[in-house]
T-cell receptor, first 115, second 117 residues
Framework: AQSVAQPEDQVNVAEGNPLTVKCTYS??????LFWYVQYPNRGLQFLLK??????LVKGSYGFEAEFNKSQTSFHLKKPSALVSDSALYFC?????????????FGPGTRLSVLP | NAGVTQTPKFRVLKTGQSMTLLCAQD?????MYWYRQDPGMGLRLIHY???????AKGEVPDGYNVSRLKKQNFLLGLESAAPSQTSVYFC????????????????FGPGTRLTVT
């Protein structure tokens, strides 16, 4: 079965510092991995995805994520956090072998960037 | 382009009442999805559709029905609402053809907040 873990409910970081939001996964076959962000009272917005290729993926708003197959992780990172990055972040995954299966979303991590 | 729109934005129902949530997309996407979001549980897939006239069950389909009579619309119905269906409902769509189309990112609507008393 597919699963996603986001081990931190909440991440606090000071503005200007680097941030990391963690995601680990379990799937059958190669993974397809996504990060989404949700601002208050809004739907989810796509940030970036890993399907194949370079393990470091760059996305919207200066975010990037590193795929690590041996650690089954796909952590979201940003070199310098902004207060406006404060939001709820979701990791989602589907396994290459899971044809007909949809993505599984993690429970979300709330990021607070403090001025 | 409006993207993905949902109506209504808010609704309060009494137990046993019925209602239909409407989702519309103007991006000519093949795939459409209905999710519910509950605190601490992320998003859970209710039903989805891989094309006009087709629907399939997701992770939590019980108590819900869907229809996709037109490519741009995906309706979610609650026949007899229960307090356990109090949630925020999100519709999403994505480009795709065939099963590999599921690898494309999803575009989400703004959500419908439903309370069942």
């Amino acid at each position: 079965a597919q699963s996603v873990a986001q081990p931190e409910d909440q991440v606090n970081v000071a503005e200007g510092n680097p941030l990391t939001v963690k995601c680990t996964y379990s799937v059958s076959g190669n993974p397809y991995l996504f990060w989404y962000v949700q601002y208050p009272n809004r739907g989810l917005q796509f940030l970036l995805k890993y399907i194949t290729g370079d393990n470091l993926v760059k996305g919207s708003y200066g975010f990037e994520a590193e795929f690590n197959k041996s650690q089954t992780s796909f952590h979201l990172k940003k070199p310098s956090a902004l207060v406006s990055d404060s939001a709820l972040y979701f990791c989602a995954v589907r396994g290459e072998d899971n044809y007909g299966q949809n993505f599984v979303f993690g429970p979300g991590t709330r990021l607070s960037v403090l001025p | 382009n409006a993207g993905v729109t949902q109506t209504p934005k808010f609704r309060v129902l009494k137990t046993g009442q019925s209602m239909t949530l409407l989702c519309a997309q103007d991006m000519n996407h093949e795939y459409m999805y209905w999710y519910r979001q509950d605190p601490g549980m992320g998003l859970r897939l209710i039903h989805y559709s891989v094309g006009e006239g087709t629907t399939a069950k997701g992770e939590v389909p019980d108590g819900y029905n869907v229809s996709r009579l037109k490519k741009q619309n995906f309706l979610l119905g609650l026949e007899s609402a229960a307090p356990s269906q109090t949630s925020v409902y999100f519709c999403a769509s994505s480009y795709g053809a065939g099963l590999r189309g599921m690898n494309y990112e999803q575009y989400f609507g703004p959500g419908t907040r439903l309370t069942v008393t």
